[in-house]
């Protein structure tokens, strides 16, 4: 009797990426339906119901201190996924989306801060424009059928992917508040016995998931933020199989809990999460707002900053012979591709609400760069992407 194939690591990507692109779509509608449900005549109701507290904490802070370290598990299983067993499981694969995303923030971070340089209160919004938002790109992108290259599809995956990895450690290393040295130290044993449990071969999942709830407790207390304890509970979940059970790689804990939150993650977290930060009130917002170096610093960052960090990357990458140009593709569609990469929604007002945080007027002018900045960069890549040739062997 043959026996039955194991699936592929990348055909686990190929799902993610066509979720996420599906995902991306209602994400663009919740975000819209936010700026609408501001500039209504519920906009005080919206405000009103975000800033309600539900226990401890406001329904907000819920939202972007508890949905969104759901978000952040996600994300940590799909990075600890694709590295090990993945797309990004040898050097040669990460080569390219690794230089790509790390020129896809510096450059961002050099214009924000070479437009904000005369106003110190702004500088500490430097990391905003250097997110891309993955679900947002690939939900463009997805629009356009067979008009980008499958492989740039999977570069531009991957490179969100890696430039998630660098968001949560700017995050933890530079958005970390007073420190609780016993919050921490909780942390740490909490952390400590997670390990313990991956190591002693435990694949059942709840004794993680509850230690998991134990670990948010002590982050959000510690001063750090409480997102954080969701990458920490991701790298602690195993990704090997139980003895003797199918070839299926959704058998391993990190896959069958990936497998439940797949769904979750794009379709229900992320559309909350930017109904509740999208939202911001245009009324009294004039020409000065829109040209306010915080503003300018966020949109161009996103819009010039990603795409000549990216594009830049990899054409010294690719010229100098280092790796191949992904299959198929032409430098138009590459160009059109670094374009995507400055649609930085989700993960940069994640940023901004912690970079301004308790100053609500910053934090409208940074949502007014990401959404402008986000919107001409889909626009121009999507644009540049349905006019270019059709994907074939690159001519130099």
């Known amino acids: 009797m043959a026996s039955r194939p194991r699936l592929r690591p990348f055909s686990m990507f190929r799902a993610f990426l066509d979720n996420s692109a599906s995902g991306g779509v ?235 939150l797949k769904d979750v993650t794009p379709f229900i977290i992320l559309p909350v999460f930017g109904f509740a930060n999208a939202g911001v009130s245009l009324a009294g917002v004039t020409v000065a707002n829109l040209v306010d170096p915080l503003t300018l610093g966020v949109a161009f960052g996103l819009l010039a900053g990603k795409t000549i960090g990216v594009f830049a990357a990899v054409f010294l990458l690719v010229r100098g012979g280092f790796v191949d140009m992904p299959a198929n593709s032409r430098w138009i569609h590459v160009f059109g591709v670094a374009l995507l990469c400055g649609v930085g929604f989700t993960m940069s007002l994640f940023i901004g609400l912690l970079a301004f945080a308790g100053n609500p007027a910053l934090q409208n002018e940074v949502k007014l760069g990401i959404i402008g900045g986000s919107l001409l960069a889909a626009l121009a890549g999507g644009l540049t992407l349905r006019l270019a040739p059709p994907p074939g062997p690159q001519r130099d």
């Open 26 to 260: 209602v994400l663009m509608l919740a975000a819209a339906a936010a700026l609408a449900v501001a500039n209504s005549p519920w906009a005080e109701g919206y405000f009103a119901l975000l800033a309600a507290h539900a226990g401890p904490l406001s329904v907000s802070h819920w939202i972007n201190d508890a949905l969104m370290a759901v978000f952040f598990l996600f994300v940590g299983l799909e990075i600890k996924r694709e590295m090990l067993d993945g797309q990004l499981a040898t050097w040669s694969r990460r080569i390219l989306p690794g230089v790509a995303a790390l020129g896809g923030m510096l450059v961002p971070a050099l214009i924000y801060v070479a437009l904000n340089w005369r106003h110190p209160e702004n500088l500490n919004g430097w990391a905003i424009p250097t997110a891309t938002d993955i679900a947002f790109a690939l939900g463009v992108i997805s629009l356009l059928g067979d008009r980008a290259p499958a492989a740039l599809k999977v570069f531009l995956t991957a490179l969100a992917i890696i430039d998630d990895l660098g968001a949560v450690i700017i995050i933890a290393l530079f958005y970390t508040a007073d420190l609780s040295l016993a919050a921490l130290g909780g942390a740490a044993a909490t952390l400590l016995a997670l390990t313990a449990l991956n190591r002693a071969g435990v694949l059942r999942l709840w004794p993680y998931l509850l230690l998991g709830v134990a670990l948010w407790l002590f982050v959000l207390k510690s001063g750090v933020h409480a997102t954080v304890a969701g990458v920490l509970l991701a790298l602690a979940i195993p990704l090997r199989r139980a003895p003797g059970l199918s070839h299926d790689l959704v058998a391993s804990p990190l896959h069958r809990l990936e497998h439940a």
